[in-house]
Protein backbone atom coordinates (compact mmCIF):
# COMPACT_ATOMS: atom_id res chain seq x y z
CA UNK A 1 0.00 0.00 0.00
CA UNK A 2 2.97 2.30 1.12
CA UNK A 3 4.46 1.16 -2.36
CA UNK A 4 1.58 2.00 -4.36
CA UNK A 5 1.12 5.58 -2.80
CA UNK A 6 4.21 6.55 -2.91
CA UNK A 7 4.27 6.09 -7.38
CA UNK A 8 0.91 7.82 -7.34
CA UNK A 9 2.80 11.18 -5.42
CA UNK A 10 5.89 10.52 -7.90
CA UNK A 11 3.52 10.33 -10.99
CA UNK A 12 1.85 13.61 -9.58
CA UNK A 13 4.81 15.64 -8.99
CA UNK A 14 6.36 14.57 -12.55
CA UNK A 15 2.64 16.02 -13.77
CA UNK A 16 3.01 18.85 -11.95
CA UNK A 17 6.74 19.80 -12.94
CA UNK A 18 5.45 19.35 -16.32
CA UNK A 19 2.57 21.47 -16.56
CA UNK A 20 4.60 24.09 -15.14
CA UNK A 21 7.17 24.00 -17.63
CA UNK A 22 7.34 26.70 -20.00
CA UNK A 23 5.94 25.78 -23.46
CA UNK A 24 9.09 25.18 -25.45
CA UNK A 25 8.40 27.44 -28.93
CA UNK A 26 12.22 28.16 -30.41
CA UNK A 27 11.82 24.77 -32.10
CA UNK A 28 9.97 26.31 -34.90
CA UNK A 29 10.96 29.62 -34.92
CA UNK A 30 13.87 28.96 -37.56
CA UNK A 31 10.86 28.49 -39.91
CA UNK A 32 10.35 31.99 -40.97
CA UNK A 33 13.87 32.99 -40.71
CA UNK A 34 14.53 30.36 -43.58
CA UNK A 35 11.67 31.64 -45.03
CA UNK A 36 13.29 35.23 -45.51
CA UNK A 37 16.80 33.91 -46.75
CA UNK A 38 15.23 31.99 -49.56
CA UNK A 39 16.30 32.94 -52.63
CA UNK A 40 13.99 34.09 -55.79
CA UNK A 41 14.70 32.98 -58.98
CA UNK A 42 13.95 33.05 -62.47
CA UNK A 43 12.02 30.40 -64.13
CA UNK A 44 14.33 27.42 -64.64
CA UNK A 45 15.39 27.79 -68.38
CA UNK A 46 16.93 25.26 -70.46
CA UNK A 47 19.89 25.48 -69.02
CA UNK A 48 20.60 28.01 -66.47
CA UNK A 49 18.34 30.89 -64.09
CA UNK A 50 19.32 33.47 -62.33
CA UNK A 51 18.63 34.96 -58.42
CA UNK A 52 17.88 37.76 -56.94
CA UNK A 53 21.15 38.56 -55.85
CA UNK A 54 22.64 38.79 -59.50
CA UNK A 55 24.24 35.43 -59.92
CA UNK A 56 23.37 33.09 -62.79
CA UNK A 57 24.16 29.18 -62.47
CA UNK A 58 22.47 25.78 -63.03
CA UNK A 59 19.62 24.07 -61.68
CA UNK A 60 22.42 21.57 -60.32
CA UNK A 61 24.48 24.06 -58.83
CA UNK A 62 21.67 25.82 -56.81
CA UNK A 63 22.05 25.62 -52.75
CA UNK A 64 19.44 22.86 -51.58
CA UNK A 65 18.27 25.10 -48.90
CA UNK A 66 18.54 28.73 -49.53
CA UNK A 67 17.43 28.04 -53.17
CA UNK A 68 20.61 30.38 -53.86
CA UNK A 69 23.12 29.94 -56.30
CA UNK A 70 26.56 29.56 -55.47
CA UNK A 71 28.47 32.56 -53.30
CA UNK A 72 31.43 32.34 -55.08
CA UNK A 73 29.81 33.07 -58.39
CA UNK A 74 30.25 36.49 -60.20
CA UNK A 75 27.81 38.68 -59.30
CA UNK A 76 25.88 40.63 -62.10
CA UNK A 77 27.34 39.40 -64.74
CA UNK A 78 26.18 40.75 -68.07
CA UNK A 79 28.11 38.08 -70.63
CA UNK A 80 26.20 38.34 -73.87
CA UNK A 81 24.99 42.24 -73.31
CA UNK A 82 25.16 45.13 -75.27
CA UNK A 83 25.24 48.05 -72.68
CA UNK A 84 24.48 50.61 -74.96
CA UNK A 85 21.23 49.35 -75.76
CA UNK A 86 20.71 47.17 -72.56
CA UNK A 87 19.57 44.30 -74.65
CA UNK A 88 20.97 40.83 -73.96
CA UNK A 89 21.48 37.53 -76.44
CA UNK A 90 19.92 35.39 -72.65
CA UNK A 91 17.51 35.69 -70.60
CA UNK A 92 19.08 34.96 -67.45
CA UNK A 93 22.06 37.15 -68.38
CA UNK A 94 19.49 40.01 -68.96
CA UNK A 95 18.20 39.35 -65.63
CA UNK A 96 21.38 39.59 -63.46
CA UNK A 97 23.00 42.78 -65.78
CA UNK A 98 19.62 44.17 -64.69
CA UNK A 99 19.93 43.76 -61.24
CA UNK A 100 23.26 46.03 -61.01
CA UNK A 101 22.55 49.02 -58.70
CA UNK A 102 25.08 51.01 -61.04
CA UNK A 103 23.00 49.83 -64.02
CA UNK A 104 19.60 50.24 -62.78
CA UNK A 105 18.35 52.73 -60.25
CA UNK A 106 15.54 51.61 -57.33
CA UNK A 107 14.17 55.09 -57.60
CA UNK A 108 13.24 54.63 -61.48
CA UNK A 109 11.83 51.36 -61.49
CA UNK A 110 10.01 51.31 -58.98
CA UNK A 111 7.93 53.75 -60.62
CA UNK A 112 7.49 52.25 -63.77
CA UNK A 113 4.25 50.47 -64.75
CA UNK A 114 3.77 46.59 -65.68
CA UNK A 115 1.52 47.48 -68.28
CA UNK A 116 0.40 50.48 -70.39
CA UNK A 117 -3.28 50.37 -69.02
CA UNK A 118 -4.41 52.96 -66.27
CA UNK A 119 -4.80 50.82 -63.63
CA UNK A 120 -1.79 48.84 -63.61
CA UNK A 121 -0.18 48.58 -61.07
CA UNK A 122 4.23 48.99 -60.39
CA UNK A 123 6.94 46.72 -59.72
CA UNK A 124 7.18 45.54 -56.12
CA UNK A 125 10.98 45.00 -56.47
CA UNK A 126 13.70 45.42 -58.33
CA UNK A 127 13.79 41.76 -59.19
CA UNK A 128 10.37 41.84 -60.63
CA UNK A 129 11.33 45.05 -62.82
CA UNK A 130 14.14 42.86 -64.20
CA UNK A 131 12.40 39.29 -64.28
CA UNK A 132 9.50 41.14 -66.52
CA UNK A 133 11.20 43.83 -68.62
CA UNK A 134 13.89 41.25 -69.88
CA UNK A 135 11.12 38.56 -71.38
CA UNK A 136 9.85 38.83 -75.04
CA UNK A 137 7.64 42.00 -75.41
CA UNK A 138 6.39 42.77 -78.87
CA UNK A 139 9.10 45.01 -79.91
CA UNK A 140 12.04 42.21 -80.30
CA UNK A 141 9.76 40.53 -82.89
CA UNK A 142 8.79 40.84 -86.46
CA UNK A 143 5.87 39.50 -88.29
CA UNK A 144 4.60 38.14 -84.88
CA UNK A 145 7.21 34.68 -85.18
CA UNK A 146 11.06 35.72 -85.54
CA UNK A 147 13.07 38.38 -83.59
CA UNK A 148 14.63 41.09 -84.82
CA UNK A 149 17.74 40.67 -83.39
CA UNK A 150 19.74 37.78 -81.24
CA UNK A 151 19.74 40.16 -78.67
CA UNK A 152 15.85 40.55 -77.76
CA UNK A 153 16.09 40.28 -73.85
CA UNK A 154 16.39 43.98 -72.94
CA UNK A 155 15.73 45.58 -69.49
CA UNK A 156 15.67 49.55 -70.53
CA UNK A 157 12.97 51.68 -68.79
CA UNK A 158 9.72 51.82 -71.65
CA UNK A 159 10.02 54.47 -73.85
CA UNK A 160 7.32 56.79 -74.29
CA UNK A 161 6.11 57.47 -70.80
CA UNK A 162 4.27 60.75 -69.81
CA UNK A 163 4.09 63.24 -67.09
CA UNK A 164 7.15 63.15 -64.73
CA UNK A 165 8.48 60.36 -66.44
CA UNK A 166 9.39 63.11 -69.65
CA UNK A 167 10.92 65.33 -67.48
CA UNK A 168 13.09 62.87 -66.00
CA UNK A 169 13.91 62.13 -69.15
CA UNK A 170 14.82 65.05 -71.05
CA UNK A 171 17.22 65.76 -67.48
CA UNK A 172 19.40 62.74 -69.14
CA UNK A 173 20.14 65.09 -71.63
CA UNK A 174 22.18 68.27 -70.16
CA UNK A 175 24.78 68.76 -71.57
CA UNK A 176 23.83 67.10 -74.88
CA UNK A 177 23.73 68.86 -78.23
CA UNK A 178 20.63 67.60 -80.17
CA UNK A 179 21.03 67.73 -83.62
CA UNK A 180 18.81 67.22 -86.96
CA UNK A 181 20.87 65.87 -88.98
CA UNK A 182 20.74 66.22 -93.29
CA UNK A 183 18.54 63.82 -95.39
CA UNK A 184 20.59 60.14 -95.81
CA UNK A 185 22.92 61.27 -92.95
CA UNK A 186 24.47 59.02 -90.26
CA UNK A 187 24.17 60.26 -86.85
CA UNK A 188 28.30 59.33 -86.25
CA UNK A 189 28.11 61.74 -89.74
CA UNK A 190 25.72 64.70 -88.37
CA UNK A 191 27.81 64.81 -84.87
CA UNK A 192 31.33 64.64 -86.44
CA UNK A 193 30.44 67.68 -88.40
CA UNK A 194 29.95 69.74 -85.49
CA UNK A 195 33.36 68.66 -83.58
CA UNK A 196 31.38 66.21 -81.70
CA UNK A 197 30.77 62.54 -81.14
CA UNK A 198 27.15 60.47 -81.28
CA UNK A 199 26.47 59.53 -77.95
CA UNK A 200 24.44 55.63 -78.20
CA UNK A 201 23.03 55.49 -75.45
CA UNK A 202 20.82 59.16 -75.29
CA UNK A 203 19.26 57.51 -78.26
CA UNK A 204 17.22 55.78 -75.55
CA UNK A 205 15.98 58.99 -74.05
CA UNK A 206 15.54 60.68 -77.53
CA UNK A 207 13.49 57.08 -78.81
CA UNK A 208 10.03 58.74 -77.45
CA UNK A 209 7.64 60.59 -79.79
CA UNK A 210 7.02 63.32 -77.11
CA UNK A 211 10.40 63.97 -77.48
CA UNK A 212 10.81 64.09 -80.65
CA UNK A 213 8.22 66.19 -81.56
CA UNK A 214 10.04 69.22 -79.62
CA UNK A 215 12.90 69.21 -82.04
CA UNK A 216 10.98 67.97 -85.78
CA UNK A 217 7.80 69.12 -86.87
CA UNK A 218 5.66 65.78 -87.33
CA UNK A 219 3.27 67.44 -89.44
CA UNK A 220 2.42 63.33 -90.65
CA UNK A 221 2.25 61.98 -86.53
CA UNK A 222 4.89 59.80 -85.13
CA UNK A 223 4.39 56.16 -85.69
CA UNK A 224 5.95 53.11 -84.24
CA UNK A 225 9.13 51.45 -86.68
CA UNK A 226 12.09 49.50 -87.13
CA UNK A 227 15.28 50.58 -88.38
CA UNK A 228 18.81 52.04 -87.03
CA UNK A 229 18.22 55.38 -88.49
CA UNK A 230 15.67 55.89 -85.63
CA UNK A 231 14.55 58.48 -84.25
CA UNK A 232 13.81 60.24 -87.04
CA UNK A 233 11.64 62.28 -89.59
CA UNK A 234 10.69 60.89 -93.32
CA UNK A 235 11.38 63.88 -95.70
CA UNK A 236 8.57 65.80 -97.46
CA UNK A 237 9.61 64.59 -101.19
CA UNK A 238 9.71 60.93 -99.86
CA UNK A 239 7.28 58.59 -101.56
CA UNK A 240 3.89 58.82 -100.55
CA UNK A 241 4.24 54.90 -99.45
CA UNK A 242 7.08 55.86 -96.63
CA UNK A 243 4.58 58.46 -95.04
CA UNK A 244 6.00 62.22 -96.05
CA UNK A 245 6.45 64.09 -92.85
CA UNK A 246 5.88 61.22 -90.31
CA UNK A 247 8.14 60.93 -87.96
CA UNK A 248 9.28 57.31 -86.14
CA UNK A 249 11.06 56.22 -83.08
CA UNK A 250 11.98 51.98 -83.46
CA UNK A 251 10.15 49.55 -81.12
CA UNK A 252 12.95 47.12 -80.65
CA UNK A 253 16.00 49.28 -78.77
CA UNK A 254 18.42 47.16 -80.01
CA UNK A 255 18.02 48.34 -83.47
CA UNK A 256 19.35 52.01 -82.14
CA UNK A 257 22.93 53.01 -83.93
CA UNK A 258 25.06 55.87 -84.20
CA UNK A 259 26.09 54.85 -87.37
CA UNK A 260 22.28 54.15 -88.91
CA UNK A 261 20.55 56.56 -91.95
CA UNK A 262 18.11 56.02 -94.82
CA UNK A 263 18.24 58.16 -97.96
CA UNK A 264 14.41 59.52 -96.74
CA UNK A 265 14.75 60.47 -94.01
CA UNK A 266 16.49 62.91 -91.48
CA UNK A 267 17.80 61.70 -88.18
CA UNK A 268 17.52 63.51 -84.68
CA UNK A 269 21.40 62.97 -83.06
CA UNK A 270 22.77 63.03 -79.52
CA UNK A 271 26.18 64.80 -79.87
CA UNK A 272 28.92 65.63 -76.96
Known amino acids: MYIRGLIFWC ?3 QLLVLHLLPRVSAIRKDIGFLRNQLCRTTVQGRYLLSDENGRVCDALSLDPRFRCCPVKGERFPCKGCNLLSRCCNSYEY ?3 CCLNPSTT ?4 V ?3 KIAKTATSGTYPSIFDFCSGRCRHNSGSVVHENAYISEFHH ?3 LPSNQSGDDHRQQEARLVGVNV ?5 GESCDLVCRSKGQSCIVNKLLVLN ?14 CLASVGSDQPAEVVDDAPKDLNPGTCLY ?3 QSMLSCDGSHPHTQRLCPCA
Open 11 to 13: LLL
Open 94 to 96: CVS
Open 105 to 108: LADE
Open 110 to 112: MKV
Open 154 to 156: CFS
Open 179 to 183: VIGGQ
Open 208 to 221: QCEIIKKYMSCEGG
Open 250 to 252: TKP
